[in-house]
């Protein structure tokens, strides 16, 4: 008797140029199954339903249209088993929900893994420039950056050796815009992160602060309290000469 889904499954096979060796790594179907199939040596199955599923996973790791393929030989492969497909064994069900279940395992530890990579940047590098902006956006588009020729900024050779710089140190209770000057020197200007801290040390400070409330400052040890207290921005120049009175405020 001809073979011809046999011979069918075969043509759809090397018109694509496909091995069975690609097909059984695509399927995890063994090579002696396909080639069952391309014999049509249904008896080695151990059920017709294997026959029906492996056919259709044979047509898809070809690429073929497996909706035509089962339309044209529907009665063919009826005749040759007989009628009627038998239900899968328990032992097949059970492996297959267990790749089922491997396969959704395999997910979740990705996407865990990813998460823990996403933290431990975020932790080591700080938060990514957008996030960054999203945060302090509000702030910083609404400070109006005072007029620096209301203090004249003085070199630091116009201070005596005998004069002890100061130091501020500040941290952060929440996002707040700070621009920070050392002299003429423009030190830094960006929008910090709660818990973020930052030092600056010199002979004139100049400190553009877009939410004071959210700034804790020491100037050489000591609390300025008066920040807390004020929510419009503030322009403070600290050097060693005016710094008691910026402390007793």
Partial sequence: ?????????????????????????ETRIGTRFLQALENEEFDLFPGKFYIHYYIKNYLKACGADETAFFN?????????????????????????????????????????????????VYLFVGPPRWLDRVLGGRQAAAVQVPAFSESLLRPEADYSPAEAPVTASMSFDAPCWLQAWRGGEKVAEKTFSKGDSFNLTGYQLTLVIANPPALRLRLNGRDVPFLRRSSKPIKLVVDPATMQDILQR
Avoid: H, N, T, W
Avoid at 3 to 22: C, M, N, P, T, Y
């Fill in 72 to 120: 044209i030989y529907r009665s063919y492969l009826k005749g040759v088993m007989k009628e009627g497909i038998e239900p899968p064994p328990d032992q097949y069900m059970q492996k297959m929900a267990y790749l089922k279940f491997k396969k959704s395992r395999k997910i979740l530890v990705a996407i865990l893994l990813l998460v823990i990579f996403l933290l431990l």
């Fill in 1 to 25: 008797m001809e073979k011809v889904l046999g011979q069918a499954l075969r043509k759809e096979r090397e018109a694509r140029g496909i091995s069975l060796a690609d097909i059984a790594c």
